[in-house]
């Protein structure tokens, strides 16, 4: 079914305030951050890679992030992004978690 690479955007019918993501990767080599915003790529041959971030609100292209990182000398690298999110327009309409309402 998702035999391009890209991002297909997902939304509800029901509730307008669902919204999900499905990244399809071209590269065998991806992660998702976790909570403190990082992520680890391991067990990658030493070679050179290009690096590029995703993020559903992310300012701007996303080639834009490339990031070249050299695994040929040594085995580890750190790469760090600081990006430029766009404003969050969702719809709130969502009822708060745990929340009770009498009418
Ligand atoms: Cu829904």
């Not at 955007?9 to 499905?22: K, T």
């Not at 030493?46 to 085995?75: C, F, I, K, M, N």
């Amino acid at each position: 079914m998702f035999d391009k690479p890209g991002v297909v955007v997902l939304g509800c019918n029901i509730h307008d305030w669902m919204i999900a993501y499905i990244y399809v990767s071209e590269s065998p080599y991806f992660a998702k951050t976790g909570p403190d915003g990082s992520a680890q790529l391991k067990d990658l041959p030493p070679r050179q890679y290009t690096v590029r971030v995703w993020h559903p609100r992310l300012q701007g292209p996303e080639d834009a992030t490339r990031q070249p990182a050299s695994l040929d000398r040594s085995p580890r690298a750190e790469l760090a992004w600081d990006l430029a999110l766009k404003p969050d327009v969702r719809v709130r309409r969502a009822p708060a978690a745990g929340s009770h309402r009498h009418y």
